[in-house]
């Protein structure tokens, strides 16, 4: 498997990447050290030119036809070669690079909360694990979130035990440039983890970190986002009134439809 920065510039600059050794690894870290990433290059350029939209996608400062452009051609070489971007999904994404974008004038408009993380809710297959790992490359390192699922988390913890919950919360921080940093996580497919059979009840140990994360989004600001197939009221039978309304604290639900086209066949 090639490695991923090569890639990357490959989907941007497919009539580069063969002979310029430019954004190789060893030089994409020396990048990322300067905190710039390709994409945030590509990012900023795109900030740039702004360009109009049909009413919902208008934005100054997201080029959408490019940013579609782009997770296609990166989704077809990491996810599927089959991968594609379906009009109906459009909104959903545009959604989401508002968010990742902080365009705030957009933000206001759709509800969107800049200081807060996404929760991305919307039934089995329909591609909510799949943009969050694409639109993780559209990040600079230091605004990029770690994807780690919830039942892996489950499984840890049932190994390794209770330093699992302080792990992924209390001590979930980096050193970053000398200074320590809340690592952002994105945990997916919250939920799938309650059919794991265990002699305690496994969805406490994301409702405790979830819980934690809470407290440490108030005073760190650390950021959470999650992806789920339960619905709000799901959410509630799962993990409790309590942890439902937290979670709504800290991120911004955004929502495929109940009927969204399952894209695993
Ligand atoms: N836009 C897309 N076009 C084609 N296939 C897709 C697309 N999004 C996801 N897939 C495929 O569909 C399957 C389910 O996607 P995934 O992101 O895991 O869904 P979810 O997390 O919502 O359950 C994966 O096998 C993925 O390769
Ligand atoms: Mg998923």
Redesign the pocket.
Do not use: A, E, H, Y
């Given at each position: 498997m090639q490695k991923i920065s090569e890639t990357i510039s490959q989907v941007l600059n497919p009539e580069t990447s063969t002979q310029e050794p430019a954004k190789t690894m060893a030089n994409r870290s020396k990048s990322s050290l300067e905190g710039e990433s390709v994409l945030h290059e590509y990012r900023d350029a795109q900030r740039a030119e702004g360009v109009q939209k049909p009413e919902d996608v208008q934005s100054n400062i997201i080029q959408f036809d490019k940013c579609l452009e782009f997770l296609e051609k990166a989704?077809k070489e990491y996810?599927?070669p089959?991968?594609?971007?379906?009009k109906e999904?459009h909104l959903i994404i545009f959604k989401l690079l508002v968010y990742f974008y902080q365009d705030k004038p957009n933000a206001e408009k759709h509800g969107i909360d800049l200081h807060k993380g996404i929760l991305l809710s919307?039934?089995?297959?329909?591609?909510?694990?799949?943009?969050m790992t694409l639109l993780r490359f559209m990040l600079a390192p230091k605004e990029q979130y770690i994807i780690k699922s919830a039942r892996d988390i489950t499984l840890e913890f049932i190994q390794d035990g209770y330093p699992v919950i302080n792990k992924y919360s209390k001590a979930a921080f980096q050193q970053t440039s000398g200074e320590l940093t809340p690592k952002a996580y994105c945990f997916?497919?919250l939920g799938v983890e309650s059919n794991i059979k265990y002699y305690g009840n496994p969805t406490n140990v994301m409702a405790e970190i979830l819980l934690s994360r809470h407290d440490m989004f108030i005073s760190r600001h650390m950021l959470t986002h999650t992806?789920t197939?339960l619905s709000a009221s799901e959410i509630e039978s799962c993990y409790g009134n309590r942890v439902r309304s937290r979670l709504r604290e800290i991120m911004n639900v955004i929502a495929f439809d109940k009927g969204s086209k399952d894209?695993?066949v």
């Open positions: 989704g996810i599927s089959k991968f594609q971007i379906w999904d919307g039934p089995v297959g329909c591609g909510k694990t799949s943009l997916d497919d992806t197939n894209k695993r």
